[in-house]
């Protein structure tokens, strides 16, 4: 069994896309009341904490029976890097980063995938990624739009993915709790070979980040200069849209879209039906939502790679 502690879970956006690619979700972490209603109606057996403050190693064990997990994810708070906020990073009390760094220094899990605005990029990106190095992790960061898997908007994200490297604090420490936890099955090996293929320093070209790097570009993004095509089979699109017909657009390839600047930051398409309750609560849900299968290229090659270290192991 592959496990994925979810921090920040919201609606549960990344929690799909790890289910996708082979994780069991044994943990979620939620603050906000009509969120973690959703996570308890399609996750209702996993246990869950409300404030990441309390979410500790001992905790965590005491909750699950586990030690240790195999990746953590976790969108932690937005807003103080958001363009449609005030932009005061570490300033902003809601910058939770801190507390997610030490849910990850405790629990000391395998890897690491983190999830942000574009915004980060230039207000704490360097500070999360020196973090991480700091706790023994290789580190590379992606930008992701989610028109990139044929969505119709940007919706530029941020992957912040770490991986424990295999002679380091990170490592021996994730071995030490899988050792405790007694679970034979899930033990990873990530020495010689496996390790030169899944590990790299930050922003260098090593085996293991960009081949995730090259097979998410190559797999996921191909763009189309055909910019007045793509421009009428918008219109097409909105057409359809206000004559009440189903949400597609009939003229688009899958895999192949206009440049960046010629789509919109955000769908333009109605999210909700008018008259549903908690319409507010529902928009608001899927505005600081991600997209699954933004991530979903990220946890398959993680699982991949878990599946290869296993079987070198034997433990498969």
Known sequence: ????????????????????????????????????????????????????????GESFHEK?????????????????????????????????WPEMLRVIREIAPAWVLGENVPGIINLALDTVLSDLESEGYATQAFVIPACG??????????????????????????????NAQGDAGSRIDHGGRTAA?????????????SGMDDGVRTGVYQANTDTDSQRLQGREYDQNLQQGGVQTQTMRTCGVHAPW?????EPGIPRVVNGLPHRVDRIKCLGNAVVPHQFYPFFKAIADLLEEARRLRGTA
């Open 149 to 178: 898997v044929d969505a119709p908007h940007k919706r530029e994200r941020v992957c912040i993915l770490a991986h424990a490297i295999g002679g380091g604090g990170a490592m021996r420490r994730h071995r030490k709790l899988q």
């Open 197 to 209: 293929a899944i590990t790299g320093e930050r922003r260098k070209n090593e085996s293991g980040f």
């Open 64 to 96: 699950t029976g586990l030690r240790t997990v195999d990746i953590i994810s976790g969108g932690f708070p937005c807003q103080p890097f958001s363009c449609a906020g005030k932009r005061a990073g570490k300033g902003d009390d809601r910058y939770l």
């Open 1 to 56: 069994m592959k496990t994925h502690l979810s921090l920040f879970s919201g609606i549960g956006g990344l929690d799909l896309a790890a289910e996708w690619a082979g994780f069991t979700t044994v943990g979620q972490c939620e603050w906000a009341d009509y969120p973690t209603k959703i996570l308890e109606k399609h996750w209702p057996d996993v246990p869950r904490w409300r404030d990441i403050r309390t979410l500790t």
């Open 261 to 265: 600047e010629n789509w919109p930051d």
